[in-house]
Structure formats: C-alpha cells, structure tokens
C-alpha cells in the first residue's frame, strides 16, 4: 500500500473522523506544494477556500455513516493560497474491526485540463487561416480532450447509479448528456484531422448488414416520424446477411446521410436502399443510396457540401443547424471504402446519394429463420399503405419468402380487394395496413374487417407512431393481431407475419412437453434472480429436471456463492439491486482469472430485449442470453446442453393464436381485450396449466407487495427503487402477456428513471387500474382450472 501512496500522482489524503490530517503521499505534496511533515496534523479546512469548507461536513457525515462521497469538481488552495480545480471523491476508513474512524480524498489537479479546454477555444479560432495547422493541431488536441471527457462521462454514469436528490441527478444527467454532444462533435473533428493527416485505418471483421443498415434506420425513425416524414428501409431479398468490413464506419456513414435527409425533409419521405449489383461465392458488389423528398441543392452547390464546415449557404445554419462536417466526414469514409460518394439533386425536389462498395462474404451460413420461412411460401397477403415506396418494399420481402403479396394505397380500395377475395373463396391469410393513412386510416380498415364476419383476413397494423402505449391499446380494440413501427427490419417483419399466421407453430406441433424430453446429466445451477415469482418458477422447473438450483438474489450475493462453489451454469438476472447482474459477471470473470478456474457457462435473464443490451451482455462476459418472460423449453434446452451458448438474440416470437379449445373456455370475457392473453403465456410452458397456475400464484402473492413499494417509493421521492419495482412488476405482468399492465409499468418505469414527478402519480393509478382488472382475470383462471 505504501508503494501505491508513494507512486500515485492524484493527492491521497487520509484524515480522522474530526478532519485532521494523517496521511499525506508523495502526489499531495506536488498537487498542493506542501511537504508531508507540513499537512501532518493541520485541519483538512486549511487546503479548502472558506466558500468551500461546507464539503467537509458532508464527508465527515457520509463516511462515518459508511458511505463513499461520488466524484465531484470544487476549488482547492495551494501553499501560496492560490485557488485551483480539482476533483475530488471521498470513502470511509476503517480499523481491523470494521469501525469507521475517518476518511480519505482522492484529489486530482484539473488545471491542465481548464488550460487545455481553454486552448483548444484559441487554437481553433487561429486555425481557420491554416489547414495544415489546423489538421496537426485536432490530431494532438482532440486525443487529449477525449480523456477527460470520457472520464467525466464515466464517472457521471457511475454516480447516476446512486441513490440521490432529484436536483442533484438533474444536474448529472445534464453534465452526462452533454458531454456526450462534446464527444461526438470531438470524434467528428478527431476524424477529419486524421483523414487530413492521412492516419485513418478501416477494421475488417465479420458482421451481419442487413442488421446494421436497419439499426441506422431505427435510430432516427423517432426524428422522422417528430417531422411527419416516411422513413423507408428497403434492403434487396438477395442481400448478403454477413459481410467483413467496418460495421461501425458503415453505420456512420449511413447515419449521416440519413440524418441529413430527415433535416432537410418537412414532407414525403426519405428512402434508404440496398441492392446487389454483382454477388460472387466470395464477395458481392452493392449499392448503398439514401433519398429524400426534401429542399435538393442546386447544381453549383453540390460540390461544396462535401467541404467541411460547410453548408449551402447561412440560412442553412439557422434553419437547421450542425457544424457541416457530416457529409465532409462520410464522403471520406466512402473514399476509404474504395467507393466514391455521389448526388444528384434538384432544388426543392429532393436528394439522392449513393456509392458502391464491394465487400468479402464469410463462409455461408444458414439464416436461423429459413427453415420457418419456408412455411410461408403460398401464403396470401395484401399490402396497404398510401406511401409507394413502403408498401414496394414490404410487397418485395414477402414476395421473397414465397408470400403472393399485393398492394393497395388506401383503406377503401383495401376493403374492396378483401371482400372480392372473401367472395372468391380465395380470402387473404393476412393483411398488413399501415395506420396513419389519409381519409379512411388503418384503424377503421381493422375494424371494417372485424366487423363483417364474411372477411377472414388476419389483420396485423403498422405504424410509424411514437406513442407505443396510444397505439397499443388502439390495436388490441381494433382487433389487429400485432403490431409493428416502421421503418420496419426484416426480422420484426418476419415475427409479426408467423404471429400472425402461426407459422412458427408448425415448427412446434409434434413438440415434446416441458419435462417430456430425454434424460440429462444434473447440473449444479446458480440462479441468481431477485424477483421471488420469478425465482421460483425457475427454481421449479429446473429441479423437477433433476438440477440443483442454489439461489442468489442480488448480484452481490452472487459473488459470494461462486467464491464458495462450483456450478455447471450461472442464470444471471441483468437488473437487480444493489448489484446488478453486468457487474457479478465481471467480478465473477476476474475471480475465475485471478484463481485460474475454468470458464463457467452465464446466461443472462432479462427484459431487455434489444440488440444493444444483448453487446452489453457479451462485452461482460456472458455467453447466452434468455429474453423475458422466460420460454422454459428454451431455458431447459440451454442449461442441459453441454456446449457452451453464444446465442445473444431474444426469444423468437410465439404465435398469438396458438390456442386449444380447453384454453379457449377459461378466456371467455366480454371485453374485447382480454387482461392477459393465457394461451401465448401456456405455449411458452409447453401447455404446462399447472404450473401456469403455479406462477398466477405467485402473481397473486407478490404483486401486492410490489404495488405496496411503489407507492411508499414515490412518498419518499426514491425514484432508483420505483425504478426496479416498476420494471420487476412489468417482468411479472409479461409471464402472462398481460399488455395493459406491460405498458402501465414500463411507462411508470420510464418516469422514474426519467424522474418525470408529475407524471407519477397517474401512471401509478394506471398501473393499479390494470392490476385490479389482472387479478380478477388471473384468479378466474385457476379457478376454471382446478
């Protein structure tokens, strides 16, 4: 410990419980230009500025209570009495019995960080005049900036896991959100200096495309739909799924030319498209293009776009703003990528860019839905959208999985189409209607169908409306079998059509029961899961098959059983409280480093289900992932197989209609929406009613509790625990397809992360509401079953 203290360049202060001074190392006599034996026994307060010394009262305070003061900026006092910034973080100390007896500071010198910042400001400035200058002086700059800023973003993070005043996490979140606009328009500039000094370098590693176009387009849907535009993502049927390249310089590139088109674009749509131009057994030649019914740009101006920190002319600044390197930078990635960049535009008839790239293909493997997919083939559907380019698209991927696809633009003529095909004896086996259409919109198209019993369409509805609840509730009272937001991914597209058809269950008719399956060897499972009806389904099911099941419920927990054990399996809950599930597995992957033990197999449980929480699995060290609620099938098929699970992906989706006509009769209710939709909850139990009767239980004697905690945590203002309650009330809602209380919770969820204290009592309300509707449901249901 004295090597550290000696060699640590931050200040390290160790001081008693009443702030005098005990230990001073070698970088708190550089930080503050006093010697060891001059800070040894001074108050603490005498390195403070008087406007200042109200911190040591808090850290006083925090550690005797055991308690670590979170990374803060304040002002500290060097020999000369000169004032500097610096950051500071506090923790108790302890004797060998565990007693608190003072506290010590980390101090870090932040003046060549102001310095540096201030420096940048004059630099650029003077810059303006000297390209090469300028180019030089980003390179070295912006790596210097990027450090702090990452420190500041990392830190801030950590603090904002904390418990702490709404004012204070307010003021976080701001410091957090903008540093994260600094950090890009740093990594902006850092990569125009490189591609100016020559020192840009593309990495070549295997990734899917087809997925990373779409999530270019996922992430400024919410933009589009905010300016009443289309976004359309058509990617041709015969696109490579893996291709090697640079996913994140791609996904750049795309980013920026579409976000361009949706800032220049009040009305119509911007359209983004893949086509294959040359596909060989090793590589394949496409074009990649964005396009948009926006303002254009006049001829002269098409060459000076692609200069940086240029836009056509000023009023496009105050119009609507950015720095102008976006097309600048993409037009030198696309030049990385061997392509060249192009446009054609005319002013106020929109944009079209495009370039060609050529990538390799990986060894060819098999897409994990072509199995199902085929099961389409022959299928029926018709296409209704007002926009030409969506429904082109969407007629063109169905046409791909064998589907006779037509199209219509409006909802009467769609009405039309379907009462001829019905009158045929030829009726559509599904139709796919978009929402927001102009005179008869996709809501009264649905409920036409479902009003005249001669239409046996199934009708899924699409939208690209950002109000997910609003539009939930609409489509279940509509009577739309799922629902979709676009653009719409292929994969989303895929779910909702087998969902809709149920063509997934074909896979599934001859499948065996939950526990119907052939012997496996016992494993020794650690499940570490802080929901109790969670756990003991879980626990249940996994001992009914032989398998010892040791419980953890918190992350923290966790750590202590693995130390103590040895197991096949971890099955790690991702949120859970005080330790989250990210963190146990990191401290779990450096205790099996540290003692050289053998990897051990973790599966991650959670509700999460999105691609960007399937990395932060991975990148902790997880090797599979299990979406909630739970398919049990699933989860038997993981823990007793004896190869590891790279599998990252949710859970496919079940079909709604997959009902028995036992089933039938316990739904019986004269609402049109159902609280909880049993027979989608029962498939996932392979049709296991007494342990679906087993979870109600536990629904019934947990929820009260949890709606108990979240009223008594708004009352106290602790918004981390009306967070977790919330989210942990949602996971129990989803075991039974329970949408109204799914959506009650996860928006209350939403207002407690976002501490939106107005909006908090209502959705409280709202979530009662739904739960008192639930139970009644619930409980009529294991009645009917007993």
């Not at 369409?457 to 997910?468: A, F, G, H, N």
């Not at 197991?567 to 790690?572: E, S």
């Amino acid at each position: 410990m004295s090597a550290v203290l000696a060699s640590c360049r931050d200040a390290i202060i160790a001081c008693s419980s009443d702030g005098v001074v005990e230990e001073w190392n070698r970088g708190a006599e550089e930080v503050f230009g006093i010697s060891r034996d001059s800070a040894l026994g001074e108050s603490i307060t005498r390195f403070i500025p008087a406007d200042r010394r109200d911190e040591i009262d808090r850290l006083v305070n925090e550690s005797m209570a055991g308690r670590a003061v979170a990374h803060y900026e304040t002002q500290r006092l060097r020999s000369g009495g000169e004032s500097f910034p610096a950051a500071v973080c506090g923790f108790p100390l302890r004797d060998a019995a565990g007693q608190v007896t003072g506290f010590a500071t980390i101090e870090r010198d932040l003046t060549d960080r102001v310095r540096g910042a201030q420096a940048l400001r004059e630099a650029l400035a003077a810059a303006e005049s000297a390209s090469q200058t300028k180019s030089r002086f980003l390179a070295n700059v912006s790596h210097e900036l990027r450090t702090p800023m990452n420190a500041i973003m990392g830190m801030t993070s950590l603090a904002l896991e904390e418990q702490m005043q709404p004012e204070l996490r307010d003021c976080l979140e701001t410091i957090r959100d903008s540093a994260d606009t600094m950090v890009n328009l740093i990594n902006d500039v850092l990569d125009l200096s490189r591609f100016e000094c020559d020192e840009f370098e593309l990495e070549e590693v295997e990734f899917e495309f087809r997925d990373t176009i779409e999530t270019a387009s996922k992430v400024l849907g919410a933009a589009a739909h905010a300016k009443g535009i289309e976004l359309v993502c058509r990617i041709a049927p015969d696109t490579p799924e893996l291709v090697i390249g640079d996913p994140a310089r791609m996904r750049q590139v795309l980013t920026n030319l579409i976000g361009n088109a949706v800032k220049f674009t009040s009305q119509g749509h911007v359209l983004v498209e893949v086509s294959p131009l040359v596909t060989e057994s090793t590589r394949c030649r496409m074009r990649l293009s964005v396009s948009d019914t926006g303002i254009g740009i006049n001829e002269k101006d098409q060459v000076r776009i692609f200069a940086p920190f240029t836009q056509v002319d000023g009023s496009s600044i105050r119009n609507y703003g950015g720095s102008g390197l976006g097309l600048a930078i993409t037009r030198h990635l696309v030049d990385c990528f061997g392509s060249k960049l192009q446009v054609e535009s005319e002013f106020g008839r929109g944009s079209h860019f495009w370039f060609d790239i050529t990538l390799p293909i990986p060894e060819k493997k098999q897409a994990k839905s072509e199995h199902v997919a085929d099961q389409l083939s022959g299928l029926s559907a018709l296409v209704v959208d007002d926009n030409t380019a969506s429904r082109s698209a969407l007629a063109e991927q169905l046409g791909a999985w064998g589907m006779n696809a037509d199209t219509v633009d409006s909802g009467d003529e769609a009405l039309r189409k379907l009462r001829r095909s019905a009158d045929a004896g030829n009726p559509y086996d599904l139709a796919i209607i978009d929402a927001q259409m102009p005179g008869m919109d996709g809501f009264s198209v649905v409920s036409h169908i479902e009003g005249e019993r001669t239409i046996k369409t199934k009708p899924i509805l699409m939208s690209s409306t950002i109000d997910r609840l609003e539009f939930s509730r609409r489509c279940a009272e509509a009577g739309a079998t799922a629902f979709v937001s676009k653009p719409i991914s292929q994969s989303q597209l895929f779910n909702a059509v087998t969902q809709a058809t149920g063509a997934a269950a074909l896979e599934g008719e001859s499948r065996l029961g939950l526990y119907d399956r052939p012997h496996a060897a016992p494993r020794r499972v650690l499940l570490v899961e802080d929901t109790p009806a969670n756990r003991k389904v879980v626990q249940r099911v996994l001992q009914r098959r032989g398998h010892e099941v040791i419980v953890a419920v918190n992350g923290s927990e966790a750590i202590e059983a693995f130390k103590s054990g040895v197991y096949d399996l971890v099955l790690m809950d991702v949120q859970m409280p005080i330790m989250d599930g990210l963190q146990a597995t990191e401290a779990i992957r450096d205790l099996e480093r540290e003692e050289s033990r053998q990897p051990t197999r973790i599966l991650a449980m959670t509700a999460h289900n999105l691609r960007g929480d399937r990395e932060r699995c991975r990148r902790a060290g997880m090797n599979g992932y299990l979406a909630k609620p739970l398919d049990l099938a699933e989860l038997l098929d993981l823990v007793e197989s004896e190869e590891d699970s790279p599998r990252m992906e949710p859970n496919p989706t079940q079909p709604l209609n997959a009902r028995t006509q036992g089933e039938m009769s316990a739904l019986d209710n004269p609402s049109p929406t159902p609280a909880a939709d049993l027979p989608t909850a029962l498939a996932r139990l392979r049709d296991d009613k007494g342990l679906l009767c087993d979870m109600i239980g536990f629904f019934l004697e947990d929820s009260p509790r949890l709606r108990e905690t979240l009223r008594e945590s708004h009352q106290a203002g602790d918004y981390a625990t009306l967070h977790r309650t919330a989210h942990s009330l949602k996971g129990l809602a989803a075991n039974f397809d329970a949408h109204a209380a799914i959506e009650a919770a996860r928006d209350l969820e939403d207002a407690a992360k976002n501490e939106e204290a107005d909006a908090i009592p209502a959705l409280l309300d709202r979530v009662d509401n739904t739960c008192d509707e639930l139970v009644p449901f619930l409980e009529n249901y294991r009645k009917q079953s007993k």
